[in-house]
């Protein structure tokens, strides 16, 4: 499918297996340590992994205030495909719009290939915000991988 | 975290509008909208501050009136107004401005579809008056 303006694509190859990838996807601890971008912190995130279950997140902001998301996981093929739902809470602490995530690792050599897709965007200035959100997130990802 | 790394510089002017969305808020900003006089009083000062004197200036209406939209507009957040000069300038907040825009975003390809068939459309007339005049000949 080809990209458009309310779709973000992301392709990345971490040089770690599969199975690290997934679990740093998956599993909550390890998300916090990367799931959010430089100078961002997420003190809260929590999921229940399975087709239906929710998950949701606290994202502290270099400033300090808070803004919490959430959403539901749809898809879970370990250890090769994730989807759920993804939305920042309002003002109200409702959820605002919402926009899907698919993630697929395949394996390449040893090394692991994330294809990232995000879509449904409102906006072309939510999308290029994310953009850059993830980009970092995933910076601090291969950075957590190499560790490993 | 004060001194810490400022982040990324799109992803924080984006989230620094996500509340901005929220239904309450939209609601304010279209009410706000829907009156030509706030209109214009947004138009003038998208051109600078003015004081209120000076926005009620180009209406046949009382000062009163005017007040009265501009607490609609302050309430929408889309003015402020200052304390510090005794003339109290009125000030364009433009942010419930950008999760209204947003808003009608999400329908742009809706309306750019529609140019689309109209291009069609009119392709196909075109064609059909040439197939015409051939024939005529």
New interface residues.
Partial sequence: MAENENELVITRVFDAPRALVWKAWTDAEELKQWSAPKGFTLPVNEGDLRPGGKWRSCMRKPDGTELWLGGVYREIVEPERLVFTHAWDDENGKPGPETVVTVIFSERGGKTEMNFRQAGFASADSRDGHAEGWGECFDRLEELLAKE | ?PG????????????N???L?????LNATFAALADPTRRAILSRLARGDASVTDLAEPFDVSLAAISKHLKVLQRAGLITQGREAQWRPCRLAPAPLKGAA??I??YR?YWEESFDQLDDYLHNVQSKEKERGRKRK
């Fill in positions: 975290m810490a790394a400022k982040g990324p510089l799109y992803f924080t002017i984006w989230l509008t996500i509340h969305m929220s239904p309450e808020r947003d808003w975003e999400h390809r």
